[in-house]
T-cell receptor, first 114, second 110 residues
Framework: DSGVTQTPKHLITATGQRVTLRCSPR?????VYWYQQSLDQGLQFLIQ???????AKGNILERFSAQQFPDLHSELNLSSLELGDSALYFC?????????????FGPGTRLTVL | GQNIDQPTEMTATEGAIVQINCTYQ??????LFWYQQHAGEAPTFLSY??LDGLEEKGRFSSFLSRSKGYSYLLLKELQMKDSASYLC???????????WGLGTSLAVNP
């Protein structure tokens, strides 16, 4: 158990819908990272927040957005969903703001878009 | 550009030794990570190398050569539970984000 929690574990929805994925980092960790992992692709970095502020951006679509709240939990919002958005979405946390710190991954949310 | 290469798939036999290679070409280097990921599960940290040489941690060792842009993960006394994907990731430094490889899927056969 990494100490990172994600909800929900599974999500099934239809194209065009909007969903919110939630992540709580390990106690004391200030950085939160979001990743997307599809069957045919590796781990794709989406975005990082550090202590409430956006720190780094990766391959995040404009239909996707995220935020980190004062209690440090984070939410990833996915809108106008397409079939291709079906994937495992991981959240990870680390103690510091920099990428040389070990990241602890949550169990993931499996999103299925029908 | 930024690029990390790993073999896509490898197979090995229980009890044997396997070496998983990772080569990288990045604009800057300030450390290399190895993560293990079982199918459908979260990646878990295995090792972090920032200096040249071999770091041993139980059955797993990780090697780095910065001049060659090369690392490998060595797994000894393979067990069936080692069947997983092994991800290489590079931190280029200057507060930039990690660059992830696509992973090497290792199948350990009895």
């Amino acid at each position: 158990d990494s100490g990172v929690t994600q909800t929900p574990k599974h999500l099934i929805t239809a194209t065009g819908q909007r969903v919110t994925l939630r992540c709580s980092p390990r106690s004391g960790d200030l950085s939160v990272y979001w990743y997307q992992q599809s069957l045919d692709q590796g781990l794709q970095f989406l975005i990082q927040y550090y202590n409430g502020e956006e720190r780094a951006k990766g391959n995040i679509l404009e239909r996707f957005s995220a935020q980190q709240f004062p209690d440090l939990h984070s939410e990833l919002n996915l809108s106008s969903l397409e079939l291709g958005d079906s994937a495992l979405y991981f959240c990870a946390s680390s103690a510091q703001r920099y990428s040389y710190n070990e990241q602890f991954f949550g169990p993931g949310t499996r999103l299925t878009v029908l | 550009g930024q690029n990390i290469d790993q073999p896509t798939e490898m197979t090995a036999t229980e009890g044997a030794i396997v070496q998983i290679n990772c080569t990288y070409q990045t604009s800057g280097f300030n450390g290399l990570f190895w993560y293990q990921q079982h199918a459908g599960e979260a990646p878990t940290f295995l090792s972090y190398n920032v200096l040249d040489g071999l770091e041993e941690k139980g059955r797993f060792s990780s090697f780095l050569s910065r001049s060659k842009g090369y690392s490998y993960l060595l797994l000894k006394e393979l067990q069936m539970k080692d069947s997983a994907s092994y991800l290489c990731a590079v931190y280029p430094g200057n507060n930039r984000k990690l660059i992830w490889g696509l992973g090497t899927s290792l199948a350990v056969n009895p």
